[in-house]
């Protein structure tokens, strides 16, 4: 395609948003089937949803416009997703790995969020409010993807991914025989305190 007019430049953009949603609803199964945590699975489920409805949502734009949807591949998410299913991969303890999959999927919703608001800016350009208003809804949409992932992150599965390496730690001192009695900083040992905490214990939902 020659990029000679305006237009021409926000029909790309356009295809590329959608060939990239379109990925987006085959590659997050995936990241569901492999996440642990039942409170990222939850999130990752119901941002499949909203992707779904953003699909339809383009598809409405197009058919507006009178142009077909697709003849576009994204490669710029086509790579985002080909690294983040290497993590799905990857042998390793399964709170570090829903750790990797947020990383995965936060690098997902920043590709978008930049994609939405030079469409909407496009759109606006252009004087198509309806249009400008649905990528509205579509980047934030994206952006409160991206902050719930934040929220999981901080308050449980970064903590519990951590908390994998001073478990190792543990047990590697123990293993010694060096490490009867011996406190970490900023951790306490209590009676019947095996070092590997179940998840059940966690800040789990």
């Excluded at 009178?66 to 690294?83: F, L, Q, R, V, Y």
């Excluded at 399964?94 to 978008?112: N, T």
């Excluded at 060096?178 to 095996?194: F, H, K, L, N, Y």
Aim: one cysteine or more.
């Amino acid at each position: 395609m020659h990029m000679d007019s305006f237009d021409k430049l926000y029909m790309d953009q356009l295809k590329d948003a959608y060939s990239a949603e379109k990925q987006l609803t085959k590659a997050l199964p995936k990241m569901v089937k492999s996440a642990t945590s039942p409170e990222l699975r939850t999130a990752l489920e119901e941002h499949l949803a909203v992707t779904r409805r953003q699909v339809e949502r383009l598809e409405g734009i197009f058919q507006d416009m009178g142009k077909p949807a697709s003849g576009k591949t994204c490669k710029g998410m086509a790579g985002i997703i080909e690294e983040g299913q290497e993590i799905l991969h990857e042998d390793g303890d399964p709170e570090v790995i829903d750790a990797a999959i947020i990383a995965a999927a936060q690098r997902v919703e920043h590709y978008e969020i930049a994609a939405y608001g030079t469409l909407r800016a496009f759109a606006e350009t252009k004087g198509d409010t309806k249009a400008a208003r649905i990528l509205e809804e579509i980047l934030n949409e994206e952006k409160e993807a991206d902050e719930r992932l934040t929220r999981i992150a901080e308050s449980s599965v970064n903590v519990d991914a951590r908390d994998v390496d001073e478990d190792e730690w543990d047990e590697d001192v123990e293993s010694k025989g060096e490490g009867q009695g011996r406190v970490q900083p900023g951790r306490g040992i209590s009676a019947g305190d095996t070092g590997r905490r179940d998840k059940a214990d966690g800040p789990w939902t």
